[in-house]
């Protein structure tokens, strides 16, 4: 990925573009915009890679033009807001974390995160505490608000809130990814007890965040260790979030309980699937996207306040574990051919 020496010229900024389809990216300087109504202009200094960057450059999934920007979880700094902000927004000069919506402009240019001038929605943001570096910051959008994402398509509202005694069990599938992990939080905040499916190697990290039982996803006998593990438990498990793409083996895991009472169980499913998708009898199986712009905005801003006083209360962390891909934005093909090559328990970032 070539470099650019001399610094940006006035109203403009570096980023790593898309130039075509299946291309690497480029860095190239643009020219910066101006936030419209209801916008905000971030000046980033830190970005996370994520799976669905790599998916969107390889087979052009949600771009529909070239060159694209792509990428989504950002922080920096506030730099300008458009008018008729909406109550709440984050003034000029604060540090935030947004969702950069490149999956949902479908790559539009000024709404990717691999560039250090962005435009995101006032409700994608959410103020930092002083505490949280930027490049912790990056670990939290895309993941949380999947997650929430998740359970707002299984019908949980945000003021559930089970006891022990009540015995509600969660299966989060893929719980070392970065939207695995933060189902497994958001999931034990709400009084769930959790399952999780995860390399042998992350089963302490993973219970430290919420798991109760962390189970080896390459074992030819995971889903019946975890019917068996819930019984023995006494925990009525009809809901799980795949964040792995597993559906059939969530699926049959929830097919043992919603066939016990006669309820039907739900799969929130982070993959999106189509016609052919396996489908069991009594297992429900709901696509993680929230379709409207008004109601997505709305979710968004009800799972950052929710995010801001866990963390405040230290009850949510950052997660998983960060790795800074040296070399700034001018890394970010490196840190892309890294991550498609595999990654566990970990999310890399860019400082910028």
Known sequence: MSTLESPPPPGQHLAAILPAPHAPLELVYRTTPTPSAGEILIDVRAIALNPLDWKMQTYGFAVKGYPAVIGTDIAGVVLACGPDMPPGTPAVGTRVCAFAPSVFTEAAPDYGGFQTKVLVPATYAMVLPDSLKFSEATLLPASVLTAWTAYHVLGLPFTTSYKPDDYMGMLVWGGASSIGSAGIQVAKQMGFTVYTTASPKHTEYLKSLGASRV?????????????????????????????????????????????????????????????????????????????????????????????????????????????????????????????KSGVSGVKLVLEV
Request: glycine share 8%.
């Open 215 to 339: 189970f080896d996803y390459k074992s030819s006998t995971v889903v019946d260790s975890i019917v068996t593990s819930a019984i023995s438990d006494g925990i009525s498990l009809h809901l799980a979030f795949d964040a792995a793409g597993d559906m059939q083996a969530c699926m049959d895991v929830l097919k043992e309980f919603g066939a016990e009472d006669g309820e039907t169980a739900m799969l929130a499913e982070a993959v999106p699937f189509g016609d052919d998708a396996p489908k069991t009898p009594g297992v429900e199986m709901l696509f993680v996207r929230c379709y409207e712009e008004a109601a997505r905005s709305q979710l968004y801003r009800q799972a950052f306040m929710w995010l801001r006083k866990q963390l405040d209360a230290g009850t949510y962390v950052p997660s998983p574990k960060l790795e800074i891909v040296e070399g700034g934005l001018a890394a970010a093909q490196k840190g892309m051919d890294i991550l």
